[in-house]
């Protein structure tokens, strides 16, 4: 039971540049998250999907994009880098319901030059 | 929309005392969840402890407790008997219900604590 796992771990990009991190959740878990984490500052919601087949916009959700490929996948995708976007990036599943414990990934951290 | 607030942005305390970290918090909503999460320099986070907005009883987990204060909107931590591994940073991090705002969750500003020996 690996939790909720994160690729990559560290990503460097220049300007312009695109990716798309990844995150899968083994827990059988129904809503999925992504969060931005800022130096000094606390997590932001960028997008979630409470369900398979939804996804909807959080708190900071310019300049990306998601897709809820499955039950068990959750990916974010920066389509056009910029500097403003180096942060650390954490995924995060919850199984729903009366069950409101929410497991984190180990975090990516992303640097755009 | 939900705002947590952390005032403390440092604290510290002697290793075996007593800390306490403050968070309010802002919401129109009646029934939610408030967490406290650890997060050490590996950048992983940690719950520590949860409460029910519609649970009068404070929240413990062995050295860590809270004091929920739901009119005052205010939810503490504290901890007890420090020890060194207590490090970190602490978030206090508010969740809404599932059924009315897909348990979307607004996290404080994070509180670093400091332990001396």
């Known amino acids: 039971n690996a939790g909720v796992t994160q690729t990559p771990k560290f990503q460097v990009l220049k300007t312009g540049q695109s990716m798309t991190l990844q995150c899968a959740q083994d827990?059988?878990?129904?809503?999925m998250y992504w969060y931005r984490q800022d130096p000094g500052m606390g997590l932001r919601l960028i997008y979630y999907s409470a369900s398979e087949g939804t996804t909807d916009k959080g708190e900071v959700p310019n300049g990306y994009n998601v897709s809820r490929l499955n039950k068990r996948e959750f990916s974010l995708r920066l389509e056009s880098a910029a500097p403003s976007q180096t942060s650390v990036y954490f995924c995060?599943?919850?199984?729903?319901?009366?069950?409101?414990?929410?497991?984190f990934g180990p975090g990516t951290r992303l640097t755009v030059t | 929309a939900q705002t947590v607030t952390q005032s403390q942005p440092e604290m510290s305390v002697q290793e075996a005392e007593t800390v306490t970290l403050s968070c309010t918090y802002d919401t129109s909503e009646s029934d939610y969840y408030l967490f406290w999460y650890k997060q050490p320099p590996s950048r992983q986070m940690i719950l520590v402890i949860r409460?029910?907005?519609?649970?009068?009883q404070n929240a413990t987990e062995n050295r860590f407790s809270v004091n929920f204060q739901k009119a005052a909107k205010s939810f503490s931590l504290k901890i007890s008997d420090s020890q060194l591994g207590d490090a970190a940073m602490y978030f206090c991090a508010y969740r809404s219900p599932f059924n009315t705002n897909a348990g979307k969750s607004t996290f404080g500003d994070g509180t670093t604590l400091t332990v001396k020996p």
């Open positions: 995060a599943s919850t199984l729903g319901g009366l069950v409101y414990e929410q497991y």
């Open positions: 827990m059988n878990h129904n809503s």
């Open positions: 409460q029910e907005a519609y649970k009068q």
